[in-house]
């Protein structure tokens, strides 16, 4: 890892138009409000967040897979957000995504073969039938698949491997940047470690970077360099792996890192609870969005935005109790 910049956001939004009511008065959903944050060549930038913070939008905007309502997304220093879909075809080449749900990521009715070849036709990175076959059963044994698996379809498969499969495919382009949206969350514990230990030797072999969304803080340990905190389309607090889970500022990673499982039985950790639900993205709190379930609120949480506030070279939070 170094320290050039790959991928750079800078407040990024999405907001879906929503009705609500009898008679269906237009708001807006408010997925993503005001994200930046820059990710290094080289280093896995965690993601971590309840489910609804906006976190998998937001891996689909780094994809261009979701249109962006404002602000800016930066890729090997090119704007993608004003890019067209003929100018995206040779950007699609440098960043891809790895899906949640590995059942219904890959079609049916392809064959093994069909699915990780596509990105090779489509990209012109085969001269011929024979070389584009060939390139395919390489990428299937770097995922720990053999060759016999390209002329089978997604259903003869349990989730894990389809899950290798569309780790394929992703790399047979070979992008810069892989956006792995919960890559895990799908499958048995037995398989998980598999598929990260994976993740792991396939980040050294490519010299791959990543951007990992997940809600489980264990798994994110495990593979991040850095993690980013979001809540209710906000980021929270950014840090390096060693800073936020030795020593986490923002009263929400807090409460995060407090409800992580413990080990061993003699081991003790405080228990912060959250009062109250998360509120809706449609109608959000005014101020600091977390004041409302904060058990350090102040009254200038519920009224002013936080800035951000850099506490060393690896860690920042956006919390009025810095300011």
């Given at each position: 890892m170094n320290d050039e910049i790959l991928l750079s956001l800078n407040d990024v939004k999405k907001?879906?138009?929503?009705?609500?009511?009898?008679?269906?008065?237009?708001?807006?959903l408010k997925a993503v409000d005001g994200v930046s944050f820059d990710v290094k060549r080289g280093e896995v930038f965690g993601i971590v967040g309840?489910?609804?913070?906006?976190?998998?939008?937001?891996?689909?905007?780094?994809?261009?897979?979701?249109?962006?309502?404002?602000?800016?997304?930066f890729l090997d220093g090119e704007n993608i957000v004003e890019m067209s879909e003929r100018e995206m075809l040779k950007i699609r080449k440098k960043v891809q995504m790895i899906f949640q749900d590995p059942y219904?990521?890959?079609?049916?009715?392809?064959?093994?073969?069909?699915?990780?070849?596509e990105p090779i036709i489509v990209h012109?990175?085969?001269?011929?039938?024979?070389?584009?076959?060939?390139?395919?059963?390489?990428?299937?044994?770097?995922?720990?698949?053999?060759?016999?698996?390209?002329?089978?379809?997604?259903?003869?498969?349990?989730?894990?491997?389809?899950?290798?499969?569309?780790?394929?495919?992703?790399?047979?382009?070979?992008?810069?940047?892989?956006?792995?949206?919960?890559?895990v969350s799908a499958l048995d514990v037995s398989i998980q470690s598999q598929v990260l230990n994976l993740l792991n030797s396939i980040k050294r072999e490519y010299e791959l970077t990543f951007v990992?969304?997940?809600?489980?803080l264990t798994v994110v340990e495990f593979f991040s360099d850095r993690i980013g905190v979001m809540y209710l389309g906000n980021m929270?607090?950014?840090?390096?792996?060693?800073?936020?889970?030795?020593?986490?500022?923002?009263?929400?990673?807090?409460?995060?890192?407090?409800?992580?499982?413990?080990?061993?039985?003699?081991?003790r950790r405080k228990r912060l609870l959250l009062e109250?639900?998360?509120?809706?993205?449609?109608?959000?709190?005014?101020?600091?969005?977390f004041h409302t379930r904060c058990p350090q609120c102040m009254d200038k949480c519920k009224t002013e935005i936080p800035a951000k506030s850099i506490i060393s070279d690896d860690q920042y939070v956006y919390c009025h109790l810095y300011n």
């Open positions: 907001y879906y138009d929503v009705s609500r009511g009898i008679f269906g008065r237009k708001h807006k309840e489910s609804g913070c906006g976190k998998s939008t937001l891996g689909r905007m780094i994809c261009k897979l979701e249109s962006t309502t404002k602000g800016e997304i219904t990521s890959l079609n049916p009715r392809m064959s093994v073969n069909d699915i990780v070849g012109g990175l085969a001269a011929n039938r024979t070389e584009r076959n060939q390139q395919v059963l390489n990428y299937l044994k770097d995922v720990g698949l053999a060759s016999y698996h390209a002329n089978r379809y997604p259903h003869e498969f349990s989730g894990g491997q389809r899950q290798r499969i569309g780790i394929a495919r992703s790399l047979v382009v070979r992008p810069e940047l892989i956006v792995a949206d919960e890559p990992f969304i997940s809600h489980n929270m607090e950014v840090a390096s792996k060693d800073a936020l889970y030795q020593n986490p500022l923002h009263p929400y990673t807090k409460a995060l890192m407090a409800a992580i499982p413990v080990m061993h039985p003699r081991e109250g639900n998360i509120p809706s993205a449609v109608d959000p709190p005014s101020g600091c969005k």
